[in-house]
């Protein structure tokens, strides 16, 4: 039998969900009671430690998901609570646990996670699939592992050659083909479409427009910046000429998004962007039909047409975007919102825009990954491939 996980109402418990309590403006509420039952008094400690040192609120929710995911898995695959700093054996567990390989198994139902750990971590609602992980999930539950050690002042065992090969050899026999978060790019044209199928003048159809052309526009910003957009960070900005190297251009409206911190930028970073023409036209449009002066700038709205207090979720931007697709004739499974994020870098190099310049808009921090999408739309447009044509 599997080593149960525990359930909540013990003392213990209450006083660890009233100390997460402090975090609800970053913790999902609905998950409190769960993360009370299954993190220790110091992983609560050390959530709030964080918290107060100004971890952003994504990459505290991230620790947060991760932490809970690894107590639940040491309990169920030990029966112990998660040690610190966790022994190497017990990191090559965690991988030979969530990455195997489907045939091996097959023949040796010894190979993999467990079926009683696979089943506690099902019944607490920590695992949907059947199969091996994600090696990037794995990869960041390890990183996550990693950082919440050393935020404890402790030193672990992530840097082992051991562990380097394990994981090495077990990304290599996982049969998952590396994906990316969107199978294809929001580039100008499929943008087009999605802003078309919302043309209307409903409230929804005018939010949908400003949402998507802001996201796409600001540098192809992510899902979770798009939701948590409040009024406090768009700052008006003199207008600026259509065309810079014409003095006699006409002048377009211009705003400035205060990012604040994001997944890529510091304590220090002014991570700020601009909104120049049209987008802010469709920005300007939705705040002043919504009538919103302050807070959210993307919230939610009712089947009546009626508008919410509530900012939109992540998710909701994400289903946004697939809705439009749906009715702008695209297959909504090749789209998803981080596909205005490659989506934007793909058309600034179809353009001949510098990634330098593009990053600067983008925010991105690392060349070679800004470089992947860019580096694909260059080669579809360069003449290496076209040698036989």
Known sequence: MHAPLPKPGSADTLRRAEALDALDSVLPYHRRDFLAGILSDDDVETLRHLANEGI??????ALTSDLGYLEAWCLAATGDALPWPAPEPLLLKFVAHHLWDPVKRETD???GMPEDVATALKDAGLLRADGPHAPNTVRRRLSSWATLTGWRGLKGRFNAPGL?????????ASPRARKRKSAKAVTADVLGSLLHACAGERLVDVRDRALLLTAFASGGRRRSEVASLRIEQLVEQDPVPADPKDP???HLPCLSINLS???TTDSDDAATVLLIGRPVTALKEWLER???????VFRGIDRWGHLERKALTPQAVNLILKRRAVQAGLEPALFSAHGLRSGYLTETARRGIPLPEAMQQSQHKSIAQASRYYNDAERQLGRAARLIV
């Open 56 to 61: 952003g609120g994504n990459s505290l929710r």
């Open 109 to 111: 139902p010894a190979h």
């Open 164 to 172: 380097k090969s394990a994981l090495k050899l077990a990304v290599r």
């Open 248 to 250: 006699d251009a006409p």
């Open 261 to 263: 911190r994001t997944k």
């Open 290 to 296: 919504a009538n919103i002066t302050e807070g959210a």
